[in-house]
């Protein structure tokens, strides 16, 4: 009978050892059930919050356990404590020397266009703004010294893919176009476009210029408000010949305030800040596309890409790139 007892739990317990190797739940964050979460699972986190990646179903295994705290909602949060867990497996990946090479050795060159506040402009000759002070925490947590560049906003992806700069960063929407030619690290912000009329316009909404058909629209060129705007309108745009491209965005207020165009289209975030800096604008609330904020990396440094996000994560988990957003609106 003992024996027989013996050999019954000898039975159980092994049964429960297969049953842990293949059947045994994973725990929450660890995407690929391989027993540990890495600072890679935080990162897809991440990015499935930001929704770059697909949203998994609801239902499924993949959202559960991305869902780290079971708050049904997937979140930066998530991500956030992820990584903690991750920081008690692996040593944080950015605070490695790691064995990522920038243009110039030690040096982090990043391309901008600094008339573009919040995110990038120029106050007592120095490029401030929201990007330039995320990318002085990025450039400290990779030990490197920050060198940013003031340049046409339509040469950024080209110079990064070329390798003129280790980066760009400039307020820049992630687009299927631009991913073509160079690769962007994780979102750190989100932007809707805005529209600028002057106070009395009759346009009150994008449906009004479209409807109207002769309105022109000043936009940035090359800038995602280019894009959509000369698109056709089948394509929601509103038509190539209706579509003014100013070098910098200050230009194309220029040209509003001046009547020469209608309306200028550009992200929400600057469109604020030009309506608070001048008279007789107002800001149309109604934002119509939704998009993300990445840094672009030449697509050849794959090592630079994986460091810049490193350092991202940490920064979005400390809270550092909120209080920074926080701090310019
Ligand atoms: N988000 C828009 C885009 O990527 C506009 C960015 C313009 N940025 C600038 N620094 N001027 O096309």
Do not use: H
């Not at 003992?2 to 297969?18: G, H």
């Not at 600072?39 to 919050?49: F, H, K, P, W």
């Not at 934002?287 to 090592?303: H, M, Q």
């Amino acid at each position: 009978m003992k024996k027989l007892i013996a050999v019954a739990i000898a039975v159980i317990l092994t049964l429960s050892a297969v049953m842990c190797a293949f059947g045994a739940p994973a725990y929450k964050g660890d995407l690929d059930g391989d027993g540990k979460v890495l600072a890679g699972e935080a990162r897809r986190i991440l990015r499935m919050s930001a929704k770059l990646d697909p949203q998994p179903d609801r239902d499924s295994e993949a959202f559960r356990l991305a869902d780290v705290d079971g708050d049904g909602k997937l979140l930066a949060k998530d991500a956030r404590i992820a990584l903690r867990i991750s920081a008690k497996l692996e040593p944080m990946m950015t605070n490695q020397t790691a064995d990522f090479s920038t243009i110039t050795e030690g040096k982090l060159i990043m391309a901008t266009n600094a008339a573009f506040p919040p995110y990038e402009y120029i106050e007592d000759n120095m490029i401030v703004g929201i990007d330039a002070e995320i990318a002085a925490l990025i450039a400290e947590k990779l030990g490197l010294e920050l060198d940013i560049q003031d340049v046409d906003f339509d040469s950024i992806v080209a110079g990064v893919a070329g390798g003129k700069y280790d980066m760009g960063m400039a307020g820049m929407t992630v687009t299927e176009a631009r991913k073509k030619i160079v690769n962007f690290t994780d979102t750190y912000a989100t932007n809707v476009q805005a529209i600028i009329v002057p106070e009395g316009s009759p346009i009150k909404s994008a449906d009004d210029i479209a409807t109207d058909g002769s309105m022109k629209i000043g936009v940035q060129l090359g800038t995602i408000g280019d894009f959509y705007d000369s698109a056709e309108p089948e394509d929601w745009g509103f038509g190539e010949d209706n579509v003014k491209r100013y070098k910098t965005g200050p230009g194309a207020l220029q040209a509003l305030i001046s009547g020469k165009v209608d309306a200028v289209i550009i992200d929400n975030e600057t469109a604020k800040a030009y309506v608070a800096a001048n008279e007789g604008l107002v800001l149309l609330s109604e934002p119509y596309t939704e998009e993300n904020y990445a840094i672009c990396v030449d697509p050849s440094n794959a090592a630079l890409l994986d460091a810049v996000n490193g350092a991202i994560l940490e920064l979005i988990s400390d809270g550092s790139i909120q209080a920074i957003i926080d701090k310019y609106s």
